[in-house]
């Protein structure tokens, strides 16, 4: 009999609800994870007691009142309600584009108003059939829009240009007819009371882990201690990237303790111009309603992936997901190994999105 009945792979959101499930149902796991803290992406780090959100902005939201209960009854979630702004040229535009965002472009007071610029904007591009994300943006949205709030920011994230990423990356874009600054549809919203970090700890209490332990440095030995291994890292380094490596995007984050109270009185302001390198700025206090007297700001720096830093963003064009398929087949043939998470998956996941896939698995 081996000593664990589940050898988890990875401390994040996957990691540490499927370790929570098991355990109610009576398992043995080990969690190790090769970074030096638990929690992968939505770890916390304490600055200033302020919670700053390590590896990026990370807000809870769901529809699905099972997930919505379940991380509730491990931790208390606040009312943080995401309300973005753009940043273009020193103008300000509330996300996503509602009245307030129409308002502001073009002076616009009414939802007919509003339909019919964009409309009228739509219909002068003349494009029927678009060919990539420019022409597939200007086509849901019109040019002005898309010029000032969806073009330079999009090239900043993925660093190509739009009319090289194909169409289907944008099938939607939010509009709103209405004055709500509310980013996300869903029912349910928030952080937790106290940082992610809560969250984490609640899920692996009274379970084993091992931080700045790294899986493939001592693989046989930890394969053979568990009857089952649970992997969230890359799938394509899980088989020694026998077809190719997959491709990510990843970001810098260049972190500040500034001594003042209040530095952008928004958690996330985005800045869409390219002449600005970083993506956004995150004032983590106002994930918290804080009233710390100093602040903590960080900016995003959006890059392509590589050997050494963290990859964040599966580049889901059809070359990548054609290798990724390759290496699915081979997952899929696994007995002994459960693949989970974006980096196993090869997919962006919301975080409900990752609680409700592991209280699926049976």
């Given at each position: 009999m081996k000593q664990y009945d589940y050898l988890i792979v990875g401390s994040g959101l996957f990691g540490a609800t499927f370790a929570y499930k098991a355990k109610q149902r009576g398992k043995?796991?080990?969690?190790?994870?090769?970074?030096?803290?638990?929690?992968?992406?939505?770890?916390?780090?304490?600055?200033?007691?302020?919670?700053?959100?390590?590896?990026?902005?990370?807000?809870?939201?769901?529809s699905n009142k099972e997930v919505w209960n379940f991380v509730n009854s491990i931790v208390e979630f606040n009312r943080y309600t995401n309300s973005p702004i753009a940043n273009y040229k020193g103008k300000l535009y509330n996300l996503p584009f509602n009245m307030n965002t129409f308002y502001a472009l073009w002076g616009v007071k009414?939802?007919?108003?509003?339909?019919?610029?964009?409309?009228?904007?739509?219909?002068?591009?003349?494009?029927?059939?678009?060919?990539?994300?420019?022409?597939?943006?200007?086509?849901?949205?019109?040019?002005?829009?898309?010029?000032?709030?969806?073009?330079e920011y999009t090239e900043k994230q993925w660093g190509r240009k739009c009319t090289e990423l194909p169409a289907f990356i944008i099938k939607r874009l939010p509009v709103r007819?209405?004055?709500?600054?509310?980013?996300?549809?869903?029912?349910?919203?928030?952080?937790?009371?106290?940082?992610?970090?809560?969250?984490?700890?609640?899920?692996?209490?009274?379970?084993?882990?091992?931080?700045?332990?790294?899986?493939?440095?001592?693989?046989?030995?930890?394969?053979?201690?568990?009857?089952?291994?649970v992997f969230t890292g890359k799938i394509d380094e899980f088989y020694?990237?026998?077809?190719?490596?997959?491709?990510?995007?990843?970001?810098?984050?260049?972190?500040?303790?500034?001594?003042?109270?209040?530095?952008?009185?928004?958690?996330?302001?985005?800045?869409?111009?390219?002449?600005?390198?970083?993506?956004?700025?995150?004032?983590?206090?106002?994930?918290?309603?804080?009233?710390?007297?100093?602040?903590?700001?960080?900016?995003?720096?959006?890059?392509?992936?590589?050997?050494?830093?963290e990859p964040f963003y599966p580049v889901n064009d059809e070359k990548n997901n054609a290798l990724y398929q390759q290496y699915k087949e081979l997952a899929d043939q696994e007995k002994r190994v459960v693949f989970g998470g974006r980096l196993a998956e090869y997919k962006y996941y919301d975080m409900d999105k990752v609680v409700e896939q592991v209280l699926r698995i049976k």
């Open positions: 043995k796991c080990l969690v190790i994870d090769k970074r030096i803290h638990l929690g992968g992406n939505i770890y916390c780090e304490n600055i200033a007691n302020i919670n700053v959100h390590k590896y990026g902005a990370h807000i809870f939201h769901t009414t939802p007919e108003e509003a339909k019919a610029k964009i409309e009228e904007q739509r219909k002068a591009s003349g494009i029927t059939y678009p060919k990539n994300l420019e022409e597939q943006a200007i086509s849901l949205v019109g040019k002005d829009i898309y010029e000032i709030l969806v073009k007819f209405t004055f709500d600054n509310n980013y996300f549809n869903d029912i349910y919203q928030g952080i937790p009371v106290g940082g992610y970090n809560k969250l984490i700890d609640g899920l692996l209490a009274g379970i084993d882990t091992k931080c700045n332990t790294d899986f493939f440095e001592c693989r046989e030995y930890f394969e053979s201690i568990a009857d089952k291994t020694n990237y026998r077809f190719g490596k997959l491709e990510y995007r990843t970001v810098q984050f260049e972190t500040e303790t500034l001594d003042c109270e209040n530095y952008q009185g928004n958690a996330v302001v985005n800045y869409t111009e390219r002449a600005v390198p970083y993506t956004r700025i995150i004032e983590h206090k106002h994930f918290e309603f804080g009233t710390q007297s100093k602040t903590v700001i960080s900016k995003e720096y959006s890059s392509e992936w590589r050997e050494g830093s």
